[in-house]
């Protein structure tokens, strides 16, 4: 099982939001900080022992994963994994949502939340990412579940790693929220639950 987690809050209530990619490494907010502890416990709850850890490496996402394991019964170390970074925005990184939609369109943010398509400009290399989530799914033997923190613009690259694992309403994973995949029999992908906050 793998349990894919996006970080807590990085703007404070009232701050109007930015799009924060791979170049701006902003660290949780009081009200992130309390998701991320919320996460823990509730995975605690559920009797998640987490037999590995992945991390991308910028604060937002090393901060959620540190709170979320210290729930954990039996320590387990991080392991930072660069593919699980943020994407980069170019030239609209760090910048307010109407500047960005203003210069790419609704269509082009459309495509992005639901095909995965980047709009012009942005840094991505899908097909890394893809093939990267595919590698994991195909050849992680761990015998518990696998947690990764991570960025909403990387973790929708999970579901789109193989075609059945698409989602009818979108890939976004909001702000201290995770999603579910699962390896069943024949290594067989479902997606039992995805956006879901304690």
Known sequence: MFVIVRHGNTFAAGEPSRRIGARTDLPLTRAGREQ?????????????????????PLVRTVETARAILRHQPEPVIPEACEWLREIDHGPDEDMPEDAVLARIGREALSAW?????????????????????????SAETSSGPILLVTSNGAARFALLAAPELALPDGMKLPTGAYGVIRRGAGDALTVPAWGMRP
């Open 113 to 137: 939340d639901l095909e995965g398509r980047p709009p012009p400009g942005w840094i991505v290399d899908g097909e890394a990412r893809r093939a990267a989530w595919r590698d994991l799914f």
């Open 36 to 56: 991320a502890q919320a996460l823990g416990v509730h995975f605690a709850s559920l009797g998640w022992h987490f037999s590995r850890v992945l991390v991308s």
